[in-house]
């Protein structure tokens, strides 16, 4: 009889901290024993055999992202997508023939697993997000992720909670920013999509001369292997590149409590895109993962959802929980919805997190010579350095897990080279002033809808409406 699996935190532990991190970590054990770990390409193909939608890009180098309604889409299967990376005969790989695999990465990307498998829910349980502490979590809450090498994600921030991303198969590469990074991202809500902030910048390859300030941009790297969770905290800006010819993840957003006050900004911001582009084509703002474009009085009665909610939770502390007919994660929700067992621990008593060779923070810094014999960059000036460095502290806590690095098969690390990608080839010319253009309508957006206006907006909407609510309550 096999010993059963002896997990390096309990539940209370990993919820305890993950509410504690200010810093995104991989947790390198926990998965042990799920059955999801089995969720090939491969073996999932065998149990899955609708059609899927796959979206396609070009593998080829700009200094512009690819956003989602600048690529391809095609419906397969699973079947014809591991042909397809194979190399196998055009006949045989249905709707890939048209797209050379030497020329095309293809990502079956936030597919809802409630929904894939809903005539298999036995499935449902082979992902135990409950043993980070979230009880009767699992693959219903989850999104399912297939790529082929080189597929990504652009680079943006979640408004929702946090999130937790498990590695079945193969390797992705997270280019990580804390929130602190948003005025050097340069952030924009075109292409929409509910609950995603994205970067105007390509953070691997950028363009210095329109985006400047991206010099001043901390990446925290990781390459996350199979078994491995990454716990990504609230509100850090991620770019997400698979590094493998097959690669398979799954992912569960977990609710905050400040999400309330996030819904209220996301529907406001909703109402605004929707108001100024009407009467533009939807292909060309609107991210596909949208379900068309709703009418300003459809927004509004959004925005006060919203609000209602925001202030009644906040006042009486009361759950409003989700219609239990729909079972998708609450990446993107307007509507002032909650769902029920979303909280992280809000214990405020110290707390000293348990960094080691089972918790691994992902750290910006320069590796040196006696951590892993990387020589410093030459590229790298002083000010450049220092904002790759962590603290004193943070650098005595994680030596010695590094010096287990190859022990454990992990990355973590900002190299001499990933250093290089925030202040290579900054010359005079590239930061000369750009000509005057005329404004579009998107450069106006990206000023009415920047995270910094949102805020702002959402509290005088909060603080009106509860000074509409003191005026009509009874003296």
Known sequence: MAAPEVKSFSPEEAQQIMFHLQQPAVFTNMSDGWPALRWTAEKLSDCLHKLIRFRLGRKEETNTPLF??????????????LLWTQGEKEDDVGPFCEYPKSEY???????????????QPAMFEDVKWSQFGFEGRNGRESTLWIGSEGANTPCHLDSYGCNLVLQ?????????????????????????????????????HPDLRRFPGFHGARAHIVTLQPGQVLYVPRHWWHYVESL??????????????????????????????????????????????EEGVASHDENMQCVNLAVRACAQRGSCHRNVTQDPGDSRTLKRDSTGQVRKNSNLL???APFSIPFGPHLIPVCCQQETKKDLEVKPSTNCDVKSQEACTVSSDAAQRTSAVRLQ?????FSVQCTARDCAVLTSKISVEDCEEPMHSTISTNDLLDCLLHPDIITRVTELLLERHTGSRRAMAPS
């Open 168 to 204: 079945v198969q193969g390797r992705k590469r997270w280019h990580l920013f804390p929130p602190e990074d948003t005025p050097h991202l340069y952030p924009t809500r075109i292409p929409f999509e509910e609950s995603s902030v994205f970067s105007q910048l390509d953070v691997l």
């Open 346 to 348: 809000t214990d405020s």
């Open 105 to 119: 990465w293809a990502y079956a990307d936030y597919k809802y697993i409630a929904l894939l498998f809903q005539d």
């Open 68 to 81: 989602e309604t600048q690529c391809s889409y095609e419906e397969a299967t699973l079947e014809h997508f």
């Open 405 to 409: 690095q190859e022990k454990y098969e």
């Open 244 to 289: 493998d010819p097959i690669t398979v993840s799954v992912n569960s957003w977990i609710e905050m409590e400040d999400d309330d006050v996030a819904r209220v900004g996301e529907a406001v911001t909703k109402a605004v895109v929707c108001a100024f582009k009407r009467d533009e084509n939807p292909e060309d703002w609107l991210n596909p993962t």
